[in-house]
């Protein structure tokens, strides 16, 4: 991601507060948010196009710089965010603020790389998890971790402790937890297959009974 997409502009928020401001802050086309991380957490109003238009790059692992008017830059990341989906608009927004020499604790996205060796004999990469939960210092924090699973034939997996990540980053995962397997798909009988079947022993049901 460019560093223009890694920064956001912000002004403090001090006064209007409560429901009825924020509803007045999203007419008036800006974001109510909390910056967490620090003694006190800090109320600012975020520019509500610049966020949408930057949202799609950001995650639990992208530093933002957070550029708040007569305050200095903060290092953030978005922990989370209220976004009202028929609207199409992001409502509130958490920040966490993190420190230059103090890990952070986060969680990363995975990305699979390459063709397993499987798929060309029929098997399907499945992908079980997503993202892990990893703690390192600020500078290192990556934005994804990629894994490679061009190797894998039909009935392997890759696990977590198979992860390559940098020096200086701990998961914090179960080491033998699944991240991806290759498996054949299993075929099922078709519904009018099964019924066809069932025909024959229910009629010679009803036979017997008739018979009794």
Do not use: W
């Amino acid at each position: 991601m460019s560093n223009e997409k890694k920064a956001l502009s912000a002004k403090l928020r001090t006064a209007d507060f409560g429901s009825a401001g924020s509803r007045r802050l999203l007419r008036g086309g800006e974001i109510p948010a909390v910056v967490y991380g620090k003694s006190e957490p800090m109320h600012v109003v975020v520019n509500a196009h610049e966020f949408m238009m930057k949202k799609s790059g950001f995650s639990e692992s992208t530093l933002i710089t957070l550029s708040v008017a007569g305050e200095k830059d903060h290092m953030v990341f978005v922990k989370s965010y209220q976004e009202d989906l028929l609207r199409g608009c992001v409502r509130h927004i958490d920040f966490f603020e993190v420190t230059a020499g103090h890990t952070v604790r986060t969680h990363v996205r995975i990305e699979l790389e390459g063709t397993p060796v499987g798929c060309r004999q029929g098997g399907v990469l499945d992908q079980v998890i997503h993202e892990v939960e990893i703690e390192c210092l600020p500078k290192d924090l990556p934005e994804v971790i990629k894994a490679d699973v061009s190797a894998l034939d039909v009935n392997e997996s890759l696990r977590v402790d198979q992860l390559q990540v940098p020096a200086g980053i701990k998961i914090h995962e179960d080491p033998e937890a699944t991240i991806a397997s290759v498996k054949f798909v299993k075929e099922e009988a078709p519904a009018e297959t099964a019924a066809d079947e069932a025909a024959p022993e229910a009629a010679a049901a009803d036979t017997a009974d008739a018979a009794k």
